[in-house]
Structures are given as C-alpha cells and as structure tokens.
C-alpha cells in the first residue's frame, strides 16, 4: 500500500492517493483516510458517517467486480480536496459497473425473487452529492462521488 | 489489514409477555467473511425459539454484504415463524436500514428495553 500527499497550483486544493490491494478488508484504509480528511474540513458527523459507508462500497465493488479480487492488481483511490468538497475517485481494472444503481426491492429479497446482496450501488448513490462511475476499458474504470461542505443552490 | 473476527454471543433473557426472548449479540465486523459467524450461530437455534433481538451495539463495521446477512436471517425467521426486533444501530446505519427498506420487515429500538418491550 503506498500513501503519497501533493499539493496542486491552488494554495486551497490538496490531493491524498492510496493503492489498496484486492483484498477485502483493505477498504477501511480508504474509508478511514475519507473520514478523517472529511472531519479536518469540517463534515458534520454525518456526512462522515455518510461518506465512510460510501467510500467502502465503491472499494469492494471494485475489488470485487472490478479487479476480480486478483491481488496483483491494486484499487486505486485519490481524495481531491478544495475549500468546499472533497472528491473521492475509485479505480480499478475492470469494465465499469454491471449491476443498478436503483433502490432494492425488499419485498423481493424477502420472496427470494432478488439476491440479498447487491445494494453497494445504490448506497453511494443516495449517500453522496454527486456520483459518476465511468468505464474506460482496456485503461480501467473509476467510480467519482463527491461531498460538499454547503449543498449548492437549486 | 484482515477483516476483525465476528462474533456472536446468543442470550436469553425471560419475557414477563410470554416466550422467552434470545438475544444474538454481535461485535467486530460484519461483512461477506461473517457468513459463517452470523447465519451459522442463526441456523443453531432451537426450532422452539420464536422471539429473536439482534443487538448490534458493539458493531465496528458494517457493509451491504454485512446487512445482506441480516437480510437473510430476515428470510428465514419469516419462514420459521419468528418475530425479529433490532436495537443498537448507530443512527447512520438505522437510516441506512431504513433506506434499503429492512425496517418494513422487523423494527429498529433505541435501546434493549424497548425493544424487549415491542415483543
């Protein structure tokens, strides 16, 4: 796992970049890291919270859909920090997202007409301001979210 | 950074309403490794069980596969008759449960004695 800090050309604007290991567990790297660059800007507790669950779900898709969990490809994970947000991007090897990023149907979990699993999507989605997955085959995809510290004006 | 053990302990405590309650508490983290841990010690209980608290207080970490386990258990407690009550959720994960729509299934307590109470 190596860990690097930069600055870019605004004295306000930072970047933190992690490579994670396929493997599952790893995520709480990346999750932790999120959390506590969120609390030193000033998330409240639940935005943290929110986004904590969020970057550990972007991670295990990627390890596990994308990378296959092949432990010699590594997850890669660059949190961009400016004076109101902090954009967090998760890359891997694969071909971007199969599965939906619409709200379970529990009732069919329940009927056992649709997998218990397969929620990850979903709760990024609902938990972050803004999310995008792209898929850049042979290069390899990524998954943006991004939080703000003052929701922006409707 | 390997994934921190689960653990299970099953408690019963005695209800003043009727059948007693048994009482799974987990700690560490729940996550697709805690299968075996969370379905297993499910699986084990006495056919007669019919009342089931899921104490989730001392949880460090819980991921959709986590809560995919706790659906499961939903599963099967419908299909044997039981009657599941949930207390000790962080607020982040009683909203994230609510999202996902698990509390139209069983119902989420602040706390152990209201939760016993709901039974």
Known sequence: ?154 | MPEMVTRVTVEELPSASGDPITVLRFSGDITSASQPAVIGTYEGLPDHVKRILLDFSKVEYLNSSGIALVIQMMIAASKRGQTLHTFGLSPHFQKVFTMVGITKYTSLHPDEASACSAF
């Not at chain 1, 796992?1 to 493997?23: F, G, H, N, Q, V």
């Not at chain 1, 920090?81 to 090897?93: C, G, H, R, W």
């Not at chain 1, 990850?120 to 898929?135: H, N």
């Open chain 1, 1 to 154: 796992m190596e860990k690097t800090m930069s600055s870019r050309d605004k004295a306000t604007s930072s970047s933190i970049e992690l490579r994670l290991p396929s493997r599952l567990g790893y995520e709480k790297v990346a999750m932790n890291t999120a959390a506590s660059v969120a609390r030193l800007m000033g998330f409240s507790d639940e935005r943290v919270e929110d986004l904590k669950t969020a970057v550990a779900e972007a991670c295990i898709n990627a390890m596990e859909h994308g990378n296959k969990l092949d432990e010699s490809l590594s997850v890669g994970v660059v949190l961009s920090m400016d004076a109101n947000s902090l954009e967090v991007k998760v890359t891997d090897n694969g071909e971007g997202p199969q599965s939906s990023t619409g709200a379970p149907d529990i009732h069919k979990k329940m009927q056992e007409e649709e997998e218990a699993r397969g929620m990850g999507m979903f709760l990024i989605q609902a938990l972050v301001d803004e999310v995008e997955w792209v898929s850049s085959p042979p290069a390899g995809s990524y998954a943006r979210m991004v939080i703000h510290l003052s929701q922006p004006a409707l």
